[in-house]
């Protein structure tokens, strides 16, 4: 099944920094636009960032508006999500994919854990 894998995540202090990375072997996202995506326990599954294909324009959630800078390198065929000033509320089990439609199977996720 073709799928994305999400990288970089971890365990932080808060006010600390992690920067995800998303990559998709065999699929070629560079004519989509993507979203990153986060998962709190117990929680939905809500969209915190997102960039065109050409990379020129972001969307961001209130909750990161400020901190967090989504980014992409289509020749790498890479998506990445800049994450500052992390706050416990940020921990979640971080995934990317196109956006607004999802057209490919979710990855696994990598998690974040932000402690006080």
């Known amino acids: 099944q073709m799928q994305l894998a999400e990288t970089g995540g971890g365990l932080v202090q808060a006010g600390g920094s992690l920067r995800l990375s998303c990559a998709g072997p065999?699929?070629?996202?560079?004519?989509?636009?993507m979203g990153w995506f986060r998962q709190a326990p117990g929680k939905e599954r809500i969209i915190v960032a997102s960039?065109?294909?050409?990379?020129?324009?972001?969307y961001y959630a209130d909750s990161v508006k400020g901190r967090f800078t989504v980014s992409r390198d289509n020749g790498k065929r890479v998506v990445y999500l800049q994450m500052n000033s992390l706050k416990p509320e940020d921990a979640a089990v971080y995934y990317c994919?196109?956006?607004?439609?999802?057209?490919?199977?979710w990855g696994q996720g990598t998690p974040v854990a932000v402690y006080a």
């Open positions: 994919n196109t956006y607004p439609s999802i057209v490919i199977n």
């Open positions: 065999g699929f070629d996202f560079t004519n989509w636009q």
């Open positions: 960039i065109t294909s050409n990379g020129r324009d972001t």
